[in-house]
């Protein structure tokens, strides 16, 4: 019986290990020349997005413009002052972020999103125990924000 159970363990420990040594090299890498060459040896060509594309969007993290009204808001600012600058919400959802499944974990869980139309979002941290809307953790501008 004991026997059984050690070339069981021993077995499954193997499986494990070549399942994990398989997975870190099998990967694949990017060369400058915008190819990508796979485990295999084959190469495939990257396509860059379309200038149409880029000029659409903003890549995250760009600052709203000097003169738009998301621009004067704040990190750290209150959902008052928010409203006060930017006015009621287009739409509002609240969710769960990972830390919520930390046991010891006592900060933050959640977070709200305000979306503005044609204009992008303001998210806020929330109380882990009140569900309270905190202060502003970040600020998307998109112009292309549908509101939803």
Request: charged share 15%; proline share 7%.
């Given at each position: ?54 000029a ?5 993290g ?23 600058i ?22 933050p869980t ?35 924000e549908?509101?939803?």
């Amino acid at each position: 019986m004991r026997s059984s159970l050690r070339s069981m363990l021993s077995l499954g420990s193997s499986a494990l290990l070549i399942g994990m040594v398989a997975c870190a090299s099998g990967g694949s890498s990017t060369s400058t020349s915008g190819t990508t060459t796979s485990s295999s040896g084959s190469e495939s060509s990257t396509a860059a997005p379309s200038e149409s594309t880029a000029a659409a969007q903003p890549p995250k993290g760009v600052p709203a413009p000097a003169g738009s009204k998301l621009a004067q808001v704040t990190i750290g600012m209150k959902p008052e002052q928010v409203k006060e600058i930017m006015g009621e919400p287009t739409s509002q959802t609240t969710y769960m972020t990972g830390k919520a499944w930390i046991p010891w974990y006592f900060g933050p869980t959640h977070q709200t999103d305000w979306k503005y139309k044609g204009t992008g979002r303001v998210v806020f941290v929330n109380n882990r125990w009140s569900g309270a809307i905190q202060s502003v953790e970040r600020i998307d501008y998109d112009p292309g924000e549908d509101g939803q």
